[in-house]
């Protein structure tokens, strides 16, 4: 099982990213996803997790009303719409697999990460 994350980059405080996560293998349409980040100094945190059929989604607080997490089963990926992005959203971002949860403890696969940098 691999989870390839991409689509980070350099954006001015205000603009909109969109991160992709590849799956491979058979486990993406039975598993819960997430996204986490990890920012400089800091312990890795929730951003959002979707279930298996796309139903159901849930946000931190941070990034409520300004992040949507979707997923296209059809394509074994994984999305982060981002848009108002903040300084503080400066992060690594990391996509996982496993169940539908707000804890990293519920997730047994992870990608490398994509750095995303919002400048003020």
């Known amino acids: 099982v691999q989870l390839q994350a991409s689509g980070g980059g350099l954006v001015q405080a205000g603009g909109s990213l969109r991160l992709s996560c590849a799956v491979s293998?058979?486990?993406?349409?039975?598993?819960?996803m997430g996204w986490f980040r990890q920012a400089p100094g800091k312990e890795r945190e929730f951003v959002a997790t979707?279930?298996?059929?796309?139903?159901?989604?849930y946000y931190a607080d941070s990034v409520k009303g300004r992040f949507t997490i979707s997923r296209d089963n059809a394509k074994n990926t994984l999305y982060l719409q981002m848009n108002s992005l903040k300084p503080e959203d400066t992060a690594v971002y990391y996509c996982?697999?496993?169940?539908?949860?707000?804890?990293?403890?519920?997730?047994?696969?992870w990608g490398q990460g994509t750095l995303v940098t919002v400048s003020s």
């Open positions: 293998g058979r486990i993406f349409s039975r598993s819960g």
């Open positions: 996982a697999a496993g169940n539908y949860y707000p804890l990293t403890d519920g997730y047994d696969y």
């Open positions: 979707i279930n298996r059929s796309g139903a159901l989604t």
